[in-house]
């Protein structure tokens, strides 16, 4: 059964840049045709995509964000990353960290999150 | 890239039908067959329960079910239970590996 994982700090402070890591287990992050995504939800909020990077490291941004964000993955450690910068206390959020199996598809399997605050 | 519209709130008494709708427009629901629904219960994470506008996962149960007509989404839960007392997100692909959420639909059942 895959599994993933969020790790980083639950605290950041204002205008500095969050950096969040997603650990697969039980699966690797580069077999076609897996694509691996961010998705946040602010307190009482609605759910928004990130961005998504494939199993071949392409890179795809939500235009809103696309300024401030940059994702990566390392293979051998079955991690993909989220880096955020210039954060602001509306980035606080819980951050998850989900699977697609495919460009289109649906988010199929997920984290359970972790909620990073950002303070002044 | 706006987020698609789904009502604040909908309800049922147990054993009652309610039907949520997700309208986007004709550059996101409109035009792709790739809307999906999520259950979330309160400080859970997202379950997938619809894929591709009505296919179901393996073990969800077939009260729940999806549709789609020009540019509004629908989600079924048929049969209502206490457990589906939750808040339901579509999303839709939007082209260019870019994905819209809705804005969540609380069910209360009565």
């Known amino acids: 059964q895959l599994q993933l994982q969020e790790s980083g700090p639950g605290l950041v402070k204002s205008s500095e840049t969050l950096s969040l890591t997603c650990t697969v287990s039980?699966?690797?992050?580069?077999?076609?045709?897996?694509?691996w995504a961010w998705i946040r939800q602010a307190p009482g909020k609605g759910l928004e995509w990130i961005g998504t990077?494939?199993?071949?490291?392409?890179?795809y941004y939500n235009p809103s964000l696309r300024s401030r964000v940059i994702m990566s993955a390392d293979t051998s450690k079955k991690q993909f990353s989220l880096r955020l910068s210039s954060v602001t206390a509306a980035d606080t959020a819980v951050y998850y960290c989900?699977?697609?199996?495919?460009?289109?598809?649906?988010?199929?399997?997920w984290g359970q999150g972790t909620l990073v605050t950002v303070s002044s | 890239q706006s987020a698609l519209t789904q009502p604040p709130s909908a309800s049922g008494s147990p054993g009652q039908s309610v039907t949520i709708s997700c309208t986007g427009t004709?550059?996101?629901?409109?035009?792709?067959?790739?809307v999906s629904w999520y259950q979330q219960h309160p400080g859970k994470a997202p379950k997938l329960i619809i894929y591709?506008?009505?296919q179901r996962p393996s073990g969800v149960p077939d009260r729940f079910s999806g549709s789609k007509s020009g540019n509004t989404a629908s989600l079924t839960v048929s049969g209502l239970q206490a457990e589906d007392e939750a808040d339901y997100y579509c999303?839709?692909?939007?082209?260019?590996?870019?994905?819209?959420f809705g804005t969540g639909t609380k069910v209360t059942v009565l």
């Open positions: 989900a699977r697609h199996p495919g460009s289109a598809s649906e988010f199929d399997y």
């Open positions: 039980d699966g690797s992050i580069n077999i076609n045709p897996y694509y």
């Open positions: 990077i494939s199993y071949d490291a392409r890179t």
């Open positions: 004709s550059s996101d629901v409109g035009v792709y067959n790739y």
């Open positions: 591709e506008v009505s």
């Open positions: 999303t839709s692909y939007a082209g260019r590996t870019t994905y819209v």
